[in-house]
């Protein structure tokens, strides 16, 4: 006997209507014995027409109380992803997960990560690596380039993570995971490359390898190193407005080279 026999054998059973199975895989269905509507579902599941002296009114039915069916049926089919156990929601056969997947990448089973494979790298792949180069992280990233992981709900940088497991704790709070090869924008997470420094020793390494976006390689700078040095020299023969509007940036920025606050690296 199939489901949709069995739901009909169980609906006989009680003397209502079987219920029909919704994309939802769910339907409720009522019956009180009473006049159905034209689509086969009772017009009042708890009251029945009553007459009276004074006309027609809504009354409970005490002497016959109103059944009702929750029937909750699993869709018939699952997505054919093998180990998915989803139900299928489209003509694909697929879930609504997988169907996403292909849509967006071409391929049901792309644009996710196994479950565990992150923990596995870092236990795995990370601890056995020898050499002096990088060791890129394969899998998700900040919007600066640092390797990211999701640990208590929460995302965590990946190299302190791996500088915790090398070295111990930080010393303080305040201490950073820095990269002796300057590239931690990249991704790197190697051991051998990772140690704990101030914020001011991990800013000294930053100017050394040229990673700091500071001055003409801070992608939003609109002065170059020859601009900068032309405001300082104006700076005593016009005001700062009009050097503002020479340089066509705001009177606040002259006012911050001038006076050694920005751009302090090109004096």
Not at 21 to 49: A, E, L
Not at 160 to 172: K, S
Not at 186 to 191: A, E, F, I
Not at 219 to 247: D, H, M, P, W
Request: hydrophobic residues 30%; positive net charge.
């Amino acid at each position: 006997m199939n489901l949709d026999d069995a739901i009909r054998q169980a609906c006989d059973t009680v003397g209502i209507i079987p219920p029909k199975i919704t994309k939802y895989g769910k339907w409720v269905q009522t019956d009180t014995r009473s006049g159905k509507n034209g689509k086969g579902c009772c017009r009042s599941p708890n009251r029945v027409q009553k007459a009276n002296g004074r006309g027609a009114t809504n009354t409970p039915d005490r002497s016959n109380q109103a059944r009702t069916l929750e029937v909750r049926v699993a869709d018939k089919s699952v997505c054919k992803i093998d180990g998915c156990g989803k139900p299928a929601r489209n003509s694909r056969g697929w879930c609504a997960g997988h169907y996403d997947r292909w849509r967006i990448h071409g391929d049901p089973l792309a644009g996710r990560t196994p479950r565990g494979a992150l923990s596995r790298w870092l236990k795995d792949v990370v601890p056995s690596h020898r050499g002096d180069e990088c060791l890129i992280w394969p899998f998700s990233r900040f919007p600066n380039g640092y390797a990211k992981i999701r640990q208590q709900g929460t995302s965590a940088l990946v190299h302190r993570v791996v500088c915790e497991t090398v070295h111990g704790p930080a010393p303080t709070a305040k201490h950073e995971a820095a990269h002796s090869c300057g590239n931690g924008h990249l991704g790197c997470v190697s051991p051998h490359h990772l140690s704990w420094k101030t914020p001011i020793e991990n800013a000294a390494d930053k100017l050394n390898h040229g990673t700091n976006p500071n001055g003409e390689n801070n992608g939003q700078s609109k002065l170059t190193a020859e601009n900068v040095s032309s405001i300082r020299q104006l700076a005593g023969i016009l005001a700062q407005r009009k050097i503002a509007e020479r340089f066509g940036v705001s009177q606040s920025a002259v006012s911050l080279i001038v006076s050694g606050r920005n751009w302090r690296h090109s004096e």
